[in-house]
């Protein structure tokens, strides 16, 4: 009889939290989800418009960009807003531009043609993963977006070259783990983020030893965790947009 | 037959929109509400905290402010983020005021105890009357914010002396009507924000001509639709508050 | 023999302090008004360009627009610059778009072309009262920058189509009171401001309730005193622009 | 018969403007000063305060500092609020730091104790030398605040060492002249600004060539005539000050 | 004869540039190395203070953070400053969060004590590789501030658990190459900076795809060469603090 | 034998500390020197670029500024980075404008045609005089950059229409004393700092009593010290450019 342990919520340690994509949450965005990861919620709006910013006007090529913010409430103790202290905290700064770039790898400016689609993902309440959750769920606010734009008869071809997910792996008690919630992300030992596309090959890979530095056997074990857990997110990625 | 000038959903001029009030729709905070006029979504966010400012140390009384705040694509258009522009508009800050007043004005700071509530109403989805949803809401995530500080037995006695709930009224193409979304919102000559309590009293009235000066008969009819809606809503709280 | 609550400084309760409106204070502005309602103090200057902001270019409508500050040694206990803070507070904020509100409401865009006047407001001495102050004083200061801009030839027309004053008033002791100095502000259990235009409308109506909600007869009560104060207020202007 | 070159104002080269320096302007300032050199108006207030800055406490010596600003519309063509854009410019900074150096040169720490009097220069009006009319002006503030201050028994001796006045002086159409008005003062190859105790000695000298360098001729001749307009200003203010 | 693609500097795929590390550059900082990874020089200075930012007052532990900035002129065309621009940027703060979190990974807070280290970062002249050269740099100063406070009798044990190097590494036309200069930087498809313990560890992994998402058998080939890499300026970090 | 109170450097009252001037300091930037006048260490880089700001547009006129900034380590003890405070503090602006103004001096804007060049004075170590050691620096780099303009055919004649050094004066134990190292600044009663051109006629005085005011003849003293030690440098200037 083995002796395994557990996680506090019972799930296998390369297995997601219950993940619900929401689409069309909102009236006014070209696209809007709200992505949940367990009790993580972040809603993801893309907004569309004609033009590019001015470094970027007459060269025919669009942009994608992306901002990430909490709620002050959605942490167990209320943060400061960032517009009350006048200033962004440089872990904003970071999530706001890993999201950027993981979108804009699936993305062919010039089939945008000169559109900006911006990406707000906002944290209603967060409990580990906030910035997994956003890039997985601005993805699919983009798709939407694209059709939209699309509809309009606004671009030039096909804007997406591919899809994108992201998941955080770590280290707990020295076991690889998928799908952090708050409780095992401070406990982690080592504590990873990958992006990867929907054909399975990486976008960004940001691993960080929280306590002892890691070694490649270890980095090794998180990246196979990620790479199954991006799978499986695609895949619901692509069930969402199914739907309609 | 008469050829009655209908509003574009159809209500009666002295008509609410639909109403709805979730309560309990964060996991963190002590009181959380969504609360909907229409399409106008806001959640509104109760933190709970020992202590109080430090001008108010040693005084034996508690605190209540409030924080308004729109996310950029909750609007028709989408609008920059507060936080990137480092600093916070004069609209924002007049409308954070404004909930803070109205809820302060039910409550018994004594006994409160030297506690302190914020309340942060984020506005999800713009519609018109965000204030005054914002207001109505906040009420109730304020009682359950208190309800979970007396389970913790945190309270001197009963901080809320009342209920407030707000609406807007406004005249549109000569007809005073209750509860303006955006597109009556933006035609009103004059528009009004009315918060009243349970009780039927007035905590702030505010009305503004946009186009013409209003006279005395346009005031009492626009103080009288409000009268009528804060009752409307105060019911609704009532309701949603009895729901355990 | 009746035993009458005098005010402190043996006024009625309807009547306004000394008023003073003197014009041409400053050389170099358009117009410019030292207002004086009894020891507040507010200097009113207007300044005229030709054009206006760039959302209205090429529209052929002029723009008005206001800003209020306090001088740091203007209150009882000297106040932190916000130049110095390096933001604006909401008050201020709340303030000036009141007054840029208020006098927008007699402004004829059109007959003012695309010109903007923006009136500066500053408080040189504060004893409550000094946005009414302000908005009565700014009036007089945009008549004489509009007078200006005619004497240039600049006008298409008669760009004021009425004026705006504006006055305090507020429930002291249960008492309604006109023209609220700093010593019965701050006592005051509910606290209105109101604007109206020469003709007696309403612009603005803003009533706070300070201490306990109140009802709908002590509204009126206060809106009866606004509408006396307002109109002497108003002569008072006329009085001052009568003189050469 | 001479062809003498005139000042525009008629006045002889080493010629002070009219100065006029009115006390107890404002009410609630320990010492109020509105100072005119000619057009040019700032208003001095010193405010005293109990205690001094953290960095400061517990040595038994007081602190004396000064901020300067300047009001929109005190310019020819109205200045944008440094409030409004959020930081203070360079020439605010180094006005600020000049008026309170100044003025710390007069000031006997001990005898001050630990109070703080914090000097306001608000230009109402610009004329040219409105760095020079603050230090002058605000010194008569100052003698009223200590006054203040010595009335309240808040004094350990006596806080002034002496007094101290300011003066512009420059070179215009190579011919060197005293407290320049802003029509002067932008024509000047050679401007200076001079700081003098009322004992005739050095408290600061600023001289900056506008155009080409100047020689040691020139300088000489500007601080004669600097030390001649200082003298004068000295003289107005104890005048001033004797006047109860 | 083969036709191997030779890198403009003629350096071999897994070839670091020239380094220089030069310590002592300062006089008043604890520790300070001048870094120089090739034409891109860093100036490290690790200043120690007794005592802990609040948050960590009373734990009887240590603290080490980092602050990296760019000159202006250090680019190839001058970038703004951040101090004038009144905002640090995004990048910015992700670099200085990444050597603070890689110097961490080698402190031991508690033999540390209760004092602070801050490691400041200048980039001087920037020619790619600016964070790796930063942390690597910033390594060899905090081991001089370690000294220095020993010297005092400050430590209560070792508080260095090993040392860290940092290494770009990246994939141009198709090859894996090893620190990339600026002009391989903007061409690299992929691009990945290894932050590496003494001992082989990994203690941060952050890869990019710039173009083209990469693959596993990539990502294997350039953590290779970051390990050569990383094991080689551990080499040179030694040589440079065994010169006295 | 007299017993001549020494200089804790050894160095005659009138000698200036030892000064380096190394060109070419960096790759990127038109001029780039490192200065030092003793242990102050300041980089001065020069970025030349085509096009001058808005309001010069079209005049056919060039630009010339600075920028003036220390490091956090480079004073005795860490001081904070304005970038992280968010403001520029008044004595960086103050020594920013006096740089500009400097050089300004000498710049014939005509003959420099519409460009712009980029002072940038960085403190990498401070031991007294910094602004003085950044403007004899800055000349020199400015010098080297419009050698590079007219390289590049840029220049629409000869730009500089002479040289300017400075240093600081000041008096120290009642003695005249020439380029104060901190230690003889901090104690000094008076400190004067002069910027002269190359043919010894004045460009700016600043001289400031930090104890008691200064009369005329220790004025005198100190205008004779600094001549001469503007003469040694406006030498060491002409040797360090005469090669090559």
């Given amino acids: 009889m083995t002796d395994v342990p557990l996680r506090a919520d019972g799930r296998a340690d390369d297995e997601l939290r219950p993940i619900t994509i929401t689409r069309h949450w909102l009236d006014h965005a070209a696209g809007s989800v709200l992505v949940e990861f367990g009790r993580t919620k972040v809603l993801c709006a893309a907004s569309a418009n004609e ?14 960009t992306a901002e990430y913010a909490m709620l002050p ?32 790898a699936v993305v062919d400016y010039r089939a945008l043609g000169e559109n900006t689609i911006v990406l707000d993902c906002d944290v209603l309440q967060a409990d580990g993963g906030t910035r997994t959750a ?36 770590g280290i707990i008690d020295g076991l690889p783990r998928l799908d952090l919630p708050y409780e095992e992300d401070v406990r982690a030992e080592t504590d990873m983020n990958v992006v990867m596309t929907g054909e399975g090959t ?8 929280e306590g002892a530095a890691f070694d490649r056997a270890e980095l090794d074990a998180l990246l196979g965790l990620a ?7 695609t895949r619901l990625q692509r069930d969402a947009l199914s739907d309609g």
Avoid: F, M
């Fill in 51 to 64: 033009g590019v910013p001015r470094w970027r006007k007459g060269s025919g090529l669009g942009w994608v």
């Fill in 227 to 233: 790479e199954k857990g991006c799978a499986d997110l």
């Fill in 202 to 209: 990486y976008v960004e890979v940001q691993g960080t030893a």
């Fill in 134 to 169: 956003a890039i997985t769920g601005a993805y699919v606010a983009l798709a939407d977006a694209v059709s939209h734009l699309r509809a309009q008869g606004a671009l030039a071809g096909e804007p997406l070259t591919g899809s994108v997910a992201a998941v955080s792996v």
């Fill in 73 to 104: 409430a959605s942490t167990n103790t209320r943060s400061d807003r960032e517009s009350v202290k006048g200033r962004i905290g440089g872990r904003t700064h970071e999530i706001s531009r890993l999201i950027g770039r993981s979108l804009r």
